[in-house]
């Protein structure tokens, strides 16, 4: 019988032997040392550059878990702290939003959004010059996949763009990825960062030859290299600027302003040419201006309207990087120079009480609208104005004349700056009827730009009181209809008598409560004068919302511009259409108002007694998970293209969602 410590040995034999056995068969290798010295590169770009690294997820947020347990929120960490030393070495001020593997947003009512925003305003408060954001990837459903990709910041096709573009080649290099891309990328920590930005997915998690990759410190640290190397290649290039010398004042009495302005390309080697120089006024490409010794220079050749002018230049170098927009405001306010009177009716009865509406507009030399706010002045030789002052929009005002009581030739004296024009208004006992309505919403407000209309035609549109005004002959019956976007029209034949004012306080109601008021919402068809899309847009404004089509504007199929376009308009959804064999309604997983909004439309489709049936689904598509807005994709079945059902359907399920969560 053998002893117990030969028989430990044999045990300890026989597992080495099994390990031996097991190492001599595996084809899996470790990843090759990493080493780096700093010492053969030219760091200087780096110095006093604050760089913001951000470790993508954390705390309960652990992000992408491989098929072995390894959670991206420590890779991400790992990465991060091996870039800062780098970076820190090489001269520039780095920040880490997180140093632990816990949550950016301290507070207990903690969600992910306030987490993302937390990093956003960590980063806006340093100043940055540049904002990375750690990431590693997923693909469930293809865990072959190990794709490099950086995403630059939506709507920063310059600076964050550059970024991507210089990093791309060597972080491909040093981690020997075969495929890799830069695409525009919409995420809360990119779009709400200031500075220049952009979201690295050096691999992916779900790779399991990567994932065993990433728990060596060595393949962490050779993409925290790559990382660098492409941080240092563009800054290396120089950050090129460009700034508004003038204008400087906020207020101008001039026609034609000269516009200065200078761009410098950040880089003793590297210059900018004329046609990289990207300047625009009011959003118009100028391309006329002058151009020497780094300086610009233009002056519009015709007279600017009295309004805020909006400037902004970009230059680019000859190295290949872009400034950040720099972009000026300022005011254009002419004196006025001309001013029509117009009252609304040339006769009024010689009553105390009656009413005129004065239409005025003020005009300057060059024969365009004064600034808004332009003060007018109003007296009266009887009878008086229910306003003393009255302040321009559009170049327009309306102030109220009283008629006296005493019949007669009354003077309008109205006075703007130098200008000043004298009117008459005769008070008698006119043998026409005078109608005067107010309107007002139902929570009691004047209801403005509401247009009168007899005989389908509009005689005058409701001003700032929500009073309302018309004269006719009483020979006929009179009847008017009250019309205004967003609320359902009134019909009335009043009773009108010669000589006298019948006034009639009416109140509008909104179409569908008012649900739609102040509602922005993004149509994108998948194919121009979709009926389904005319019939729903028209359904939505009915109802006092606003539409927004992607295909107006020349869209095409750039799904990278047209998110770009997209997120500027602050809109509250956006549903994107498209054609399908069956009904689906595609939502981004991260989005639960998205969520709510697929399953509300769905429920509302399915309510229609019809076969074919709609469900709610996630979806990667780019068009819906790099929007701000809660966005759907609606796969639409291609019978059902031409059919207004589907139309109300869908506008009666955005009546619910909007009900439910108004905000």
Not at 116 to 141: E, G, M, P, V, Y
Not at 251 to 275: C, H, M, Q, W, Y
Not at 375 to 392: W, Y
Not at 520 to 540: H, N, S
């Amino acid at each position: 019988m053998q002893s117990p410590a030969v028989s430990k040995q044999h045990l300890l034999l026989t597992f080495f032997c099994f390990l031996l056995l097991f190492c001599a068969c595996s084809r899996y290798r470790l990843p090759p040392p990493t080493a780096f010295d700093l010492s053969g590169l030219d760091t200087s770009p780096l110095r006093e550059k604050v760089i913001v690294l951000d470790p993508g997820h954390g705390g309960t947020e652990s992000g992408a878990v491989g098929k072995m347990g390894l959670k991206e929120s420590e890779v991400n960490l790992g990465v991060a702290f091996h870039l800062w030393g780098l970076l820190k070495a090489a001269g520039a001020v780095p920040f880490l939003t997180r140093h632990t593997d816990g949550c950016v947003y301290p507070q207990k009512d903690f969600n992910l959004k306030k987490d993302l925003q937390a990093r956003c305003d960590f980063s806006n408060t340093k100043n940055t010059d540049f904002f990375l954001s750690i990431h590693h990837n997923a693909a469930i459903k293809n865990r072959r996949i190990n794709d490099l990709i950086l995403f630059y910041k939506t709507g920063d096709a310059g600076q964050s763009r550059d970024a991507a573009g210089a990093m791309l080649n060597p972080l491909r290099t040093t981690l020997g990825t075969e495929n890799a891309s830069i695409r525009a990328g919409n995420f809360h920590v990119l779009r709400n960062t200031i500075a220049t930005a952009v979201l690295g997915e050096a691999s992916f998690m779900s790779n399991r030859k990567n994932e065993k990759a990433l728990s060596f410190q060595r393949t962490v640290m050779r993409e925290a290299r790559g990382y660098f190397l492409g941080i240092l290649n563009y800054f290396k290039r120089g950050i090129p600027t460009a700034a508004i010398l003038s204008p400087q004042d906020t207020v101008l009495n001039t026609a034609t302003p000269e516009i200065i302005a200078r761009v410098d390309s950040g880089n003793s080697g590297a210059f900018i040419r004329r046609k990289d120089i990207f300047l625009s006024l009011n959003r118009q490409k100028i391309s006329s201006f002058s151009y020497e010794n780094n300086k610009i220079s233009y002056t519009p050749p015709g007279p600017l309207e009295n309004r805020q002018q909006t400037v902004c230049i970009s230059a680019r170098n000859s190295a290949g990087n872009i400034s950040r927009k720099a972009c000026t405001v300022f005011n254009i306010s002419r004196p006025p120079a001309r001013m029509t009177v117009r009252p609304l009716f040339a006769a009024v009865p010689a009553n105390g009480t009656a009413r005129d509406p004065v239409d005025i507009t003020v005009l300057d030399q060059w024969e365009k609208p004064v600034a808004d706010h332009t003060e007018i002045h109003f007296s009266a030789s009887d009878g008086f104005f229910l306003e003393k002052t009255a302040r321009t929009l559009n170049g327009h005002a309306r102030a109220t004349f009283i008629a006296p009581e005493k019949p007669g030739a009354v003077h309008l004296y109205i006075k703007t700056g130098s200008v000043r024009v004298q009117t008459t208004v005769t008070c008698d006992r006119s043998r026409d009827a005078y109608f005067t309505v107010t309107l007002r919403n139902t929570d009691g407000c004047p209801v403005t730009g509401a247009a009168l209309l007899k005989n389908k035609q509009p005689v005058d549109y409701s001003d700032a009181g929500g009073f309302v005004y018309d004269r006719t002959q009483t020979d006929f019956d009179a009847c008017y209809q009250i019309r205004k976007q967003g609320y359902l029209p009134l019909n009335l034949c009043p009773q009108l008598l010669p000589g006298k004012v019948t006034v009639h306080n009416l109140v509008l109601k909104p179409v569908d409560r008012g649900i739609f008021f102040n509602k922005k919402i993004i149509l994108d068809p998948f194919k121009p004068d979709l009926p389904i899309i005319a019939i729903l847009k028209k359904r939505i404004e009915q109802a006092g919302g606003k539409v927004i089509l992607t295909g107006k504007n020349g869209a095409g199929s750039d799904t990278s511009r047209k998110i770009a376009r997209v997120s500027k308009t602050g809109a509250d959804l956006l549903l994107s259409f498209e054609s399908s064999t069956s009904g689906t309604i595609g939502h981004y997983y991260r989005s639960a108002r998205g969520k709510r909004l697929a399953e509300t439309l769905c429920e509302h489709l399915n309510r229609r007694d019809r076969p074919e049936k709609y469900a709610a689904k996630t979806t990667a598509k780019p068009i819906v998970a790099r929007t701000p807005m809660p966005a759907v994709n609606i796969c639409i079945i291609p019978f059902e293209n031409e059919t207004p059902g589907l139309s109300e359907a869908l506008y009666r399920a955005l009546l619910v969602f909007f009900a439910r969560s108004p905000s």
